[in-house]
């Protein structure tokens, strides 16, 4: 069964060549396999059969049986179509067919009994078909069932007939050559404890339902096991590493943190910062590596958090790292950590790529002979000339940002490995945390420090633009920032959006100098330009800040009070959520303006309402995990999210998952390693892999 299921795609019945080119190219299906576990994203039922007499517009798809009575060719040019009157014993009913139909008079001639399926629609108060479905009753195929599964298809695949219909008689070829049953990946007590159904019957049942319940059956053991094995995996290293990866001990807290602690702190530490600091210590104590994730909302203190975390490392004789994704980040990191630290003895550093190459040689002999104590950085510090003398404490501020193989390598700058905290300010929802890192232990800073204010979201259309424009010269007037982002740097002929330099000159016109003074930061500038503008606005030389998105993670600017978000429907809400962080950072009440069109998606006009409704991060990010699953919440294009999900949806599967969870929890505090026989199939299936196997290891 394995060598039959891994034969390539274009050697199925009703492929070939060029077909298999396009299934490997578009929806990346190479095997048997592939097909097979390229699931339907619904299902239309065909299980009732309706009378000509019997149909109306507002059906959706049905199916009749019965006979073509007659064919005719009307209309000239575009217009041009086959028109054949369709009818049983109650009535008629119009098909119509614009393009690719010639075949179909010569498969289907006047009195010879067909099935045809399609959404009956109106033209000239006539009833008719567009384009249907035709079958011959006689070789309609025993396997297909009375629910249509339908497939995602693409145009390229249509262009080449490779449609949903197309895709479902391509796995009833499948299903009917099988040469066996399929080989069970579940434990049978385990199908038996949560009624599962086999995985013989799952993938049959799938894609050819004989009934709703089938499906649901199908769809919940196929579901389960997707997670449960994502889960296992993921809980097992976590087992292994607390078992055999020991962590220095920082037994003591001394000088540097509690000379902070009572002179230096900046202002009372919140609840939620007291306890991520008790949980943090516990595991910088315990002698086993930690690998904590660290969330918390734009603005919340895990700055704070992490530099207290570097002094405890700092009173046990080790040195810290703190690494950010770009040099602005990793600039404003060092600002504020060197002031807070100020009147203390305690040596922190810069390097990054524009570091001079003699203060690169002095942070790296500082480094080796272990004067340096906290070295705060971009990817230069994976070079393999940044040796530390005794590394203890690596930080990760929006790790996401760095593929799983760069973290590795900071991992391998110490003699035993260094306990490792991960920041993010992009709220993780549960489900994809436990997923994505499953493997740490999670601690979240869920309040804001005192004195902040909620920020203030409002929606405007374009033509109620004058009245925006007019609300921020009032507040400029009173001595405040506004940072004006759009989606695009020039006019896009595929995209109606609004475009930085077209809004630019609008912005010029409505705020003139010397009243007012522009920045402009965008991706194409020089990185000394860029630099440039933004220490303009930073200094409040300028008061409007006109950008592209590279602003979402950048400096702080208390001043700054007003987020304007042109073609905000254009963003997704994690981005949009991330923009709006960059205002609030003051005392003063700040406002964020969601710029948008009239003709919204249903999907973009959820994500503006969401914004305006809620300031909560992990709420916000719960309904952007709905809406588009996991793809792009976690910057996964940088990272490599490490599994594709076949069919189990994060967003909406959370029951499945914690389920799934539980069972992989139970199985390994029974039996840490899989070695009991009741768990052979366990042991099987993790060593086996999936061809889409993460290195497990390199997740931090």
């Known amino acids: 069964m394995e060598n039959f299921l891994k034969q390539d795609i274009q050697f199925l019945t009703g492929v070939g060549p060029v077909r298999g080119e396009i299934l490997r190219k578009e929806i990346s299906v190479h095997t048997f396999e592939d097909l097979l576990y390229y699931f339907p994203f619904r299902y239309i039922d065909k299980s009732k059969f309706y009378k000509v007499r019997e149909i109306h517009p507002d059906l959706p798809y049905i199916q009749i049986k019965g006979s073509i009575k007659k064919y005719s060719k009307i209309g000239s040019g575009r217009g041009k179509r086959i028109v054949a009157a369709f009818g049983d014993e109650t009535g008629t009913v119009e098909l119509v067919w614009f393009k690719g139909a010639k075949w179909i008079?010569?498969?289907?001639?006047?009195?010879?009994?067909?099935?045809?399926?399609?959404?009956?629609?109106?033209?000239?108060?006539?009833?008719?078909?567009?384009?249907?479905?035709?079958?011959?009753?006689?070789k309609i195929k025993k396997v297909r069932s009375n629910l249509q599964a339908v497939y995602s298809t693409t145009e390229k695949m249509k262009d080449n007939y490779l449609t949903s219909k197309a895709i479902s008689k391509l796995q009833a070829n499948l299903l009917e050559m099988l040469p066996a049953k399929?080989?069970?990946?579940?434990?049978?007590?385990?199908?038996?404890?949560l009624k599962l159904v086999t995985l013989d019957l799952a993938l049959k049942q799938i894609h050819f339902p004989d009934s709703v319940r089938d499906y649901k059956n199908a769809e919940l053991r196929l579901k389960f096991e997707e997670l449960f094995y994502i889960q296992l995996n993921i809980l097992q290293k976590k087992t292994v590493r607390k078992t055999e990866f020991r962590g220095n001990k920082f037994s003591s807290v001394g000088d540097y943190l509690n000379s902070f602690y009572k002179k230096k702190l900046p202002f009372e530490l919140t609840d939620a910062q007291k306890k991520v600091l008790r949980e943090i210590r516990a595991d910088l104590g315990s002698g086993i590596q930690m690998n904590r994730l660290l969330q918390g909302d734009v603005g919340s203190g895990k700055t704070l958090v992490a530099l207290m975390s570097m002094l405890i490392a700092l009173d046990?004789?080790?040195?810290?790292?703190?690494?950010?994704?770009?040099?602005?980040?990793?600039?404003?990191?060092?600002?504020?950590?060197?002031?807070?630290?100020?009147?203390?003895?305690?040596?922190?550093?810069?390097?990054?790529?524009?570091?001079k190459k003699r203060q690169r040689d002095s942070i790296h002999e500082d480094l080796e002979n272990g004067s340096m104590q906290i070295l705060i950085g971009t990817h230069a510090l994976l070079e393999d000339v940044v040796q530390f003398s005794n590394l203890g404490l690596v930080i990760i501020d929006e790790q996401h940002r760095f593929g799983v193989a760069q973290r590795a390598r900071l991992w391998k700058k110490s003699k035993v490995l260094p306990h490792v905290l991960v920041m993010t300010a992009t709220p993780i929802p549960r489900t994809l945390s436990m997923t994505l890192y499953g493997d740490l232990d999670v601690s979240v800073i869920d309040e804001l420090p005192p004195g902040r204010k909620p920020i203030i979201t409002k929606r405007f259309h374009d033509n109620q633009r004058l009245k925006v424009f007019g609300f921020l010269k009032k507040e400029i007037s009173v001595g405040r920032q506004v940072y004006i982002v759009y989606p695009l740097i020039k006019e896009s002929e595929k995209m109606d959006y609004k475009d930085l330099e077209d809004g630019l000159e609008s912005i010029a016109r409505a705020f003139p100098p010397p009243d007012y003074q522009i920045s402009v930061v965008h991706g194409k500038m020089k990185s000394e330009e860029k630099e440039i503008s933004m220490r303009h606005f930073v200094e409040g030389r300028t008061n409007i800040m006109v950008s592209t998105t590279v602003i979402e993670v950048g400096v702080d600017v208390a001043n700054a009070s007003i987020m304007v978000i042109e073609s905000a429907e254009r963003f997704g809400l994690s981005q949009l959520h991330q923009l709006r962080g960059r205002v609030g950072r003051g005392a003063e009440q700040s406002y964020c303006i969601l710029m948008s069109g009239y003709k919204l998606s249903d999907d973009g006009r959820k994500r503006l309402e969401t914004m305006v409704s809620t300031n909560d991060g992990f709420e916000i990010a719960e309904v952007d995990l709905k809406l588009r699953g996991p793809g792009d919440l976690e910057g996964t294009q940088q990272s490599g999210i490490p599994f594709n999900l076949k069919i189990a949806h994060l967003g909406k599967d959370q029951q499945i998952l914690t389920?799934?969870?539980?069972?992989?929890?139970?199985v390994l505090e029974e039996d840490p390693n899989l070695g009991m026989e009741k768990n052979f199939i366990f042991r099987k299936y993790l060593k086996k892999g999936s061809p889409n196997q993460v290195k497990w290891e390199y997740i931090s």
Request: hydrophobic share 35%.
């Open 182 to 193: 399929f080989s069970e990946t579940l434990p049978y007590w385990l199908l038996q404890d």
């Open 316 to 355: 046990n004789n080790y040195q810290a790292c703190l690494m950010a994704p770009t040099e602005i980040l990793a600039n404003q990191h060092f600002m504020s950590i060197s002031n807070m630290l100020k009147g203390m003895d305690v040596k922190v550093d810069l390097l990054t790529g524009s570091t």
């Open 659 to 666: 389920l799934a969870r539980d069972v992989a929890d139970k």
């Open 105 to 138: 008079p010569e498969n289907y001639p006047p009195g010879k009994e067909i099935v045809i399926f399609g959404k009956p629609s109106a033209y000239n108060r006539k009833l008719n078909i567009v384009h249907p479905e035709i079958e011959d009753p006689s």
